[in-house]
């Protein structure tokens, strides 16, 4: 089978076709402008807001006019992972999808699946002759890499007082809020010098964790490879004559550090000790995270350098990896089973004379966040970096009294004799900064079960997909009178 054969038919072919488009997050505008012209070729109003958002209108079903106006939102854009060696190229190359077990996957990459069902289900909803009243789609762009397309919607255009946010990634639940975040940059520069007479280079390199969604996965305890092969340097800077030359760790500030590698310098005397550690390193490991990361692998191999940072600055860095935080900080009090408060080391690099560090926190509240943040930024001005933030966010609050809540509760329990589970993530939804353009708005996020998101282990659930739309049909059907 492929993707077109599954059903929901109308949402898989809406998704295969978005699957065609290269869509990395600030590179979604051919898949924008296909959609665009769809729409005004079926008669449809269109039209971007300044922020480069896509919004799309669709009049009520006939007998349908007197109902409340519902928005469906999702984002356009996807995270760009990949595994080591996959020459996948994100700028031009579709994804590749296959079917497996009852599963969508990717071959190698990212799928997309967050958030490309969600926009694939309002496009089949728009080309239906499905009941619903007064209807808007409101496709926003750059979710994954700072929320600019939602955090520049403008006020006042949207109709709609229900909105539908088609973004989270467990079936069976509902969600009502969200963690707020900020991204801190943390640099430096190294001063540097020649490698000394009589030392080696090797690079040691560690691959094969799961990675994960740095919100929705942070609390499962999955490992960072950033600070793994930052424990193994250390070990060899305490055992022998071992400095750091460089890292690379991590590609994206909202995603697990799958892979890092390192190149080290040793004393050539020195050479077996280190095989001898990496070899102790990754039994440690395998047997650390042998519920979460069974397949994590140390690899050590001969390489090169000609300049390497002054032995203060290396050491230094290193000090860096293992002190910046990273995982659960708080759980919540009030909300049993859910991470308050939490920070993901995202991305190092140590090259050329630089030190870099990308981390992303995420809290339910404000004042926590705040407190997290400047603890990151003590360490990093203690450490003579320049530390920067930008992006940042404000959490979505829950609202149990919502309307669209008990729309979505009413409707899922006539279809499926149950009451979905109410949540509140840890992740960055568009709610908190779409309420703040539209403090009236009354929101709730629901979607398919997703796996493995910003990971090439991302998954879909193909029965869930089929849940998820069946959800969304009933809902529109069941929309209050305004």
């Not at 940042?392 to 669209?404: C, F, K, R």
Request: glycine share 10%.
């Amino acid at each position: 089978m492929v993707i077109t054969d599954l059903a929901p038919l109308p949402l898989w072919r809406h998704f295969d076709t978005i699957c065609r488009f290269p869509r990395p997050s600030r590179h979604e505008s051919a898949l924008r402008e296909h959609i665009l012209s769809w729409a005004l070729g079926r008669g449809l109003a269109a039209q971007l807001d300044s922020g480069g958002n896509l919004i799309i209108r669709k009049p009520a079903s006939s007998g349908m006019e007197d109902r409340q106006g519902v928005v469906l939102q999702g984002h356009l854009d996807m995270v760009a992972q990949k595994n080591a060696g996959n020459a996948h190229d994100f700028m031009k190359d579709p994804i590749r999808t296959r079917i497996e077990n009852g599963w969508v996957y990717a071959e190698g990459t990212t799928l997309g699946a967050d958030n490309g069902i969600g926009v694939a289900a309002a496009l089949a909803m728009l080309e239906s002759n499905l009941p619903h009243g007064p209807l808007e789609v409101l496709l926003t762009i750059d979710e994954e890499s700072g929320m600019t397309g939602a955090r520049a919607l403008e006020a006042g255009l949207l109709q709609g007082s229900l909105l539908l946010n088609l973004d989270t990634e467990e079936w069976g639940e509902v969600y009502v809020g969200c963690a707020g975040g900020v991204d801190i940059s943390l640099g430096r520069k190294l001063g540097t010098e020649p490698l000394a007479a009589g030392f080696d280079v090797f690079e040691i390199g560690l691959t094969g964790l799961v990675g994960g969604h740095s919100g929705v996965d942070i609390h499962l305890e999955r490992g960072n490879a950033i600070r793994l092969l930052a424990r193994v340097m250390n070990a060899a800077s305490r055992d022998i004559e071992a400095k750091l030359v460089s890292f690379n760790g991590g590609s994206l500030r909202n995603a697990l550090a799958r892979e890092a590698f390192a190149k080290i310098s040793v004393a050539a005397c020195d050479a077996p000790r280190l095989a001898e550690i990496v070899d102790s390193y990754q039994a440690l490991f395998r047997d650390e995270l042998a519920d979460t990361d069974p397949n994590l692998t140390l690899s050590l191999k001969p390489s090169t350098a000609a300049i390497v940072p002054i032995a203060a600055h290396a050491r230094l860095a290193l000090d860096l990896l293992l002190a910046l935080p990273h995982g659960v900080r708080r759980w919540s009090k009030s909300l049993p089973g859910v991470v308050e408060t939490s920070n993901n080391l995202g991305v190092v690099s140590v090259d050329n004379g630089r030190f870099e560090a990308v981390l992303m926190v995420r809290s339910l509240k404000n004042i926590r966040m705040r407190e997290l943040a400047d603890a990151i930024t003590a360490v990093g001005r203690l450490a003579g970096c320049v530390v920067e933030e930008e992006g940042e966010y404000p959490g979505w609050t829950p609202d149990l009294n919502s309307t669209a809540l008990a729309l979505l509760q009413n409707t899922y329990q006539q279809r499926y004799g149950e009451q979905p589970a109410v949540q509140v993530i840890h992740a960055g939804l568009e709610c908190g900064l779409l309420g703040a353009a539209y403090p009236n708005m009354d929101m709730v996020s629901f979607g398919p079960t997703i796996r493995g998101a910003h990971s090439p282990d991302e998954r879909v659930e193909i029965a869930s997909v089929a849940s998820f739309w069946e959800l969304l049909v009933d809902a529109l059907a069941a929309v209050p009178k305004a």
